[in-house]
């Protein structure tokens, strides 16, 4: 109590500042892991919830497999029960929002999932009726008795006949009978997924390998742990790159508490000093600072988590619980309150303000009493630390780990690169500082001339501001680089992937919507029109244990696109050509002509992957290919989106007009490529806020930890100001010196920061983002914001230590030199 | 009526009506105009052992008075259910099991012309006079040959039932008794005799009934009884046939739905009578899973003073809460 008391006394706002860095590196990572958690819980429960006691799921892609199946499995002996699905996602009428429409056939889904029926038995029959849904209580109903939905280019509305119990089924579903599914969505004679409980005693493994021969070409069996599992994969790397970024605000706020502690033990030097004169061991100073630091990590670890624990309620209650990346659409997860993973983080917060406290302490420890109490002695922290090895090791490291594999799609090969490279760096410091002012003669100005002899003289105090500057740097500047290539390039992408005038499409969202070769026919024949490009969008699992890639049917597939790399041309005898993401292309190991298989309507076609493209809209991957091939191979003449070039003396309103009026043409979004353009990065600008808020975070406190650790050595020399005047020096000259030695620090620290920043930035890009999201991107560093933003480190630096010089010459020199004695 | 004439009414369902003239082995088969439709054995076992099992399978086929015209293959115009049971007296408490299925996709259905009903691997069909089941349900199975050797039995007016004072209260219905078995129960041996009902109607219960009581014997002479009475609330009685009368003796409370049943019945047919003891008072069946109700259905002895006459099944539904169909 008595050191907190005087902590909380000493509080000059850098300790208050230190505190709440680790705040917000908690608050961001407890944030992050709670979201996470309840949003896969709340999908591994949508699974559970909707497959109940099933051993297997059978699914097909989007398209599905033929119901012939479902009888087949049904029979099949070892099998007790089958529960046939067609669960599709779609588009509610009158706005974006989309709705999991799931077709049972109640009778089989009772034995399945019994608390779907549990409070009223009488629901079963009364599913069987025409066009009846029941509604999840996540379904938030306004009293509706219909709910409409969105099937090709026409409304469907189907009664509403009661809500689920709350228990039974999670998120945003409506619950109908598979006949009703079928018919209404233009699906007859499909489904797309069975449950399956087997007999007791069946083995599972053996059963499933019989079950996958009878399957056909895109449809896959697989346990039902197995799909629980995959809801928790699908965002893991996105969840990682999260938590990475909190490990970054913690670095950075155990990095703060190292430079307020190094302050404190510099400043109350004398006062520890007394401490072991009157009878403190040397183990007792060294307690003393680490439980003060510890107690900033405790409080700051509390706030944080009590910060994260709002943030996380407040995202899933705003419905971001999905990170702003959208995977998470159509679950309402709860956030609980985890006591073990909240320990955690709150040990974790003080386990890194100790390890920042821990050289300060060790260096008040070991000052001799009888020295530290006199003057001049402040100089010796990290006076040892000049060796090169281990800085020339990390960076040694950073380039061998570079160039590994992911690790289960997470890059910590890459991480852990850069990681070493900002060690590294920091070690290096010195020796370059040494170097540097070396190289630097002195001239007539008298101020620089100290300036630079103090620099030279000190490096110990040099490393402790450098390293500050330069870790909060070159984070600035790698994030900056990242996110300003990244934004570039979806720029120029969506350049690229946007050629016509005008698009449209069906209904915002949902899988069920269409548009039929007739509305295509009436499209073509319009007369303000020049030309028009269908699209089919549709989605095919190529390994199941990966999510399902977006295959894409296109008229002249070959054109407009970003291509990457070098294309394949397509030989006699070949198969049609496809072509692939990038992320197709990393995942599953094509590469332009290769020859590959891909199942389209339940077989197996051969294609040649003609080139790979640039896509940073679908994460799991996308394949195109010629729409006339797949609609030969499928039978499948729907098209979902289209865009269209006009005639040249044809306006885009009266095109616009021209569509509205064709039939079901008011239910189209049409759009220009400009508005696309500017949702796409709207949406790119959401999913990156997190990065920006760090990216600011990292900016400010950057900037404090230079400015404490600046005054930190300015204020450790009052007495060397007090000699200097007494030499003649005025307060200006004085202030002088310190502007150049603070100008000249941060022109290092800033030079070193861009070279390590713009490094770490390239293993950011070409490494982690890769590897995490399957997509290039090109470099773009924003040389704007780099040359204000160095600047700004530069002027900042020097005004601090201008205003701690203040601070400390305005004592007067007497009284400053009498502190010696 | 004929399925042109009720529809011309514009009736969902048709009317059963008198002077329906039965031919087999068309009226074996499935008449799936019909609201309700059963094909119920009913039986005693006898195990190499010298041990008596009683045993009920029943196929229910249930037409829904949905309109629908979803040409999909799933949707439902027709259900089959089905129970099966087995009495134990060693077990102590009925075995039973049930299935519920839409008639789709050739997994569940019913034939015309000849029995022939099944619902996933359960099925009961006739192939010249004899009909085979086979049921594998949760803790037993049944795998059962009965032979038939008399002509079927018509009830009530020539096969005219009636089960109500109002017209349309009435089903068709004949009866099959002394059907010799043969097969196997739980993979063992067993011979015994059975007892087959089939009956169809679109008004099985008047609007005030709330269950009834039902009873078929195979006597030793070489007789039949079948004896059946509708009860409405509060004890009273909706409907029974002339002379039939039913004399609760004893009682038995489920100690799982705590539901009251007379176990033991004195029956008055005409001027016999006939005291049914059951083989184990715990016969409940619990069907919430398929036809959403819960009954008992029991293997009994018929007794004329002290000695056994005649052995065979009392149903009592209604008891728990008012049956629906």
């Not at chain 1, 698009?503 to 026919?521: I, K, M, N, Q």
Request: net charge positive; with cysteine; glycine share 10%.
């Amino acid at each position: 109590m008595f050191r907190l008391s005087l902590l909380l006394r000493h509080a000059d706002g850098r300790a208050l500042l230190s505190m709440f860095a680790i705040a917000l590196g908690v608050a961001l990572g407890f944030a992050v892991h709670l979201i996470n958690r309840a949003a896969v819980n709340e999908l591994a429960a949508g699974v559970r919830a909707l497959a109940g006691e099933a051993d297997l799921e059978v699914r097909g892609g989007r398209a599905g497999f033929p119901e012939e199946l479902y009888a087949r499995l049904a029979r099949l002996p070892g099998v007790a029960v089958a529960s046939p699905m067609l669960e599709v996602e779609t588009g509610m009428e009158g706005g974006g929002q989309t709705i999991r429409l799931i077709g049972i056939d109640p009778l089989r889904a009772a034995l399945l999932q019994p608390a779907l029926f549990a409070d009223d038995p009488a629901r079963r029959l009364a599913l069987l009726k025409p066009d009846v849904v029941f509604v999840s209580s996540g379904f938030e109903n306004s009293g509706n008795k219909k709910l409409g939905i969105i099937s090709g280019l026409s409304k469907v509305e189907l009664d509403i006949a009661g809500v689920l119990p709350a228990s039974s089924l999670r998120g945003i579903v409506a619950l109908t009978d598979i006949a009703t599914a079928q018919w209404r969505l233009g699906r007859l004679g499909e489904l797309n997924r069975v449950d399956l409980r087997l007999e007791p005693g069946i083995d599972r493994e053996a059963m499933q390998r019989t079950i996958a021969e009878m399957l056909p070409p895109g449809t896959y069996v697989s346990s039902l742990d197995a799909v629980e599992e995959s809801g928790a994969n699908l965002s893991r790397a996105y969840r990682v790159n999260l938590n990475v970024l909190a490990l970054v605000a913690l670095f950075t706020g155990g990095f703060l508490v190292f430079s307020a502690q190094a302050l404190e033990v510099a400043r109350r030097r004398q006062e520890h000093a007394l401490l072991r004169v009157l009878g403190l061991e040397r183990g007792g100073v060294m307690r003393l600072v680490l439980v003060e630091a510890a107690v900033l990590g405790a409080l700051g670890g509390i706030l944080g988590i009590a910060i994260g624990y709002a943030i996380a309620v407040a995202a899933t209650n705003a419905g971001v619980a999905d990170l702003g990346a959208g995977f998470f659409r159509g679950v309402a997860p709860q956030v609980e309150f985890p006591l073990v993973g909240s320990a955690a983080f709150l040990l974790g917060g003080i386990a890194v303000a100790l390890a920042g406290a821990l050289l300060p302490a060790l260096d008040a420890a070991r000052a001799a009493p009888a020295q530290a109490l006199k003057a001049g002695d402040e100089q010796r922290m990290f006076g040892r630390a000049v060796t090169v090895w281990p800085g020339v090791l990390c960076i040694f490291l950073a380039l061998v780990l570079i160039p590994l594999k992911p690790l289960n799609g997470i890059p910590v090969a890459g991480y852990a690169a850069i990681a070493c490279l900002l060690l590294g760096g920091i070690f290096l410091m010195p020796f370059f500082s040494t170097l540097v002012f070396e190289k630097l003669g002195p001239n007539k100005n008298i101020p620089y001339t100290l300036a630079l002899s103090q620099l030279r003289g000190a490096p110990g105090q040099a490393m402790v501001s450098l390293a500050a500057i330069v870790a909060s740097f070159l984070l600035m500047v790698a994030m900056a680089i990242m996110v300003a290539s990244f934004r570039s390039s979806v720029d120029d992408w969506l350049g690229a992937v946007l050629p016509a005038e005008l698009y449209f499409r069906t209904s915002h969202v949902g899988e069920t919507a269409w548009l039929d070769p007739a509305l295509e026919a009436q499209v073509r024949a319009l007369p303000e029109v020049e030309r028009v490009v269908f699209l089919r969008s549709t989605r095919i699992t190529l390994d199941p244990s990966r999510p399902a890639v977006s295959l894409i049917a296109r008229d002249g597939a070959g054109l407009h696109f970003p291509l990457v790399g070098k294309a394949y041309e397509r030989k006699e005898g070949d198969p049609p050509a496809v072509w692939i993401s990038e992320a197709v292309a990393d995942l599953y190991g094509f590469h332009p002509g290769k020859e590959i298989q891909i199942p389209i309507a339940n077989k197996q076609f051969k294609f040649v992957v003609a080139g790979i493209w640039r896509d940073y809209a679908r994460q799991h991957g996308a394949i195109v290919i010629e729409r006339s091939t797949y609609a030969a191979l499928s039978g499948d003449r729907r098209a979902n989106d289209a865009a269209l070039w006009l005639k040249p003396d044809a306006s885009i309103a009266a095109a616009t007009q021209a569509l509205q009026a064709l039939p079901g043409g008011r239910l189209l979004e049409i759009s220009g490529p400009g508005e696309i353009r500017k949702a796409s990065l709207a949406i790119f600008d959401r999913s990156f806020a997190v990065t920006y808020a760090l990216e600011a975070v990292a900016v400010i406190v950057g900037l404090f930890g230079l400015s404490s650790s600046v005054a930190a050595i300015v204020l450790a020399r009052r007495r060397e100001f007090g000699v200097l005047r007494h030499l003649g020096m005025t307060r200006r000259q004085i202030g002088a010196m310190l502007a150049a030695e603070g100008g000249l620090l941060a022109l290092l620290g800033v030079g070193a920061g861009l070279v390590l920043g713009g490094a770490i930035s390239l293993i950011l890009i070409h490494v982690v983002n890769r590897q995490s999201f399957n997509w290039s991107m090109d470099l773009h560093p924003p040389y704007g914001l780099l040359l204000g933003l160095s600047l700004l480190l530069i002027a900042l630096s020097s005004l601090t230590a201008v205003f701690s010089g203040r601070e400390a010459t305005g004592i007067g020199p007497v009284r400053a030199v009498r502190e010696d004695w | 009526m004929n399925r042109r004439q009720f529809l011309a009414a514009g009736l969902v369902f048709p009317i059963v009506t008198p002077g329906h003239r039965f031919e087999f082995p068309r009226d074996h088969g499935a008449h799936p105009d019909y609201r309700q439709e059963w094909w119920y054995v009913t039986g005693w076992l006898k195990t190499a052992r010298g041990e008596d099992l009683g045993f009920q399978i029943t196929f229910f086929r249930t037409k829904l008075n949905i309109e629908n015209s979803n040409p999909s293959a799933f949707t439902t115009r027709q259900l089959i259910l089905a129970h099966a049971a087995l009495s134990d007296p060693r077990h102590g408490r009925l075995r039973h099991d049930e299935r519920a299925a839409r008639v789709a996709l050739n997994l569940a259905g019913s034939r015309q012309g000849t029995t022939r009903v099944w619902v996933d691997d359960w099925s009961l069909a006739l192939s010249e006079n004899t009909y085979s089941t086979k049921i594998t349900a949760r803790d037993f199975s049944l795998d059962l040959q009965f032979e038939a050797k008399d002509q079927p039995l018509l009830q009530g007016n020539a096969g005219f039932s009636r089960k109500g004072h109002g017209a349309e209260e009435a089903s068709y219905y004949y009866s099959r008794p002394h059907l010799k078995v043969s097969g196997a129960a739980n993979g063992s041996r067993v011979t015994g005799m059975a007892w087959l009902d089939h009956e169809w109607s679109s008004q099985y219960m008047a609007a005030g009934a709330t269950g009834w009581d039902w009873c078929g014997i195979n006597l030793d002479d070489g007789g039949a009884l079948m004896a059946f009475r509708m009860r409405g609330k509060d004890g009273s009685i909706a409907f029974a046939p002339d002379g039939i009368s039913f004399q609760p003796l004893r009682t038995w409370t489920s100690p799982r739905t705590g539901t009251i049943y007379p176990v033991s019945i004195l029956v008055k047919a005409k001027a016999k009578e006939y005291l049914l003891e059951p083989l184990m008072d715990d016969q409940e069946l619990d069907a919430r899973a398929s036809t959403g109700t819960i009954y008992w259905e029991g293997a009994v002895r018929a007794l004329q003073g002290k000695k056994q006459v005649g052995q065979g099944y009392l149903e009592l539904t209604g008891y728990w809460r008012p049956m629906k169909l």
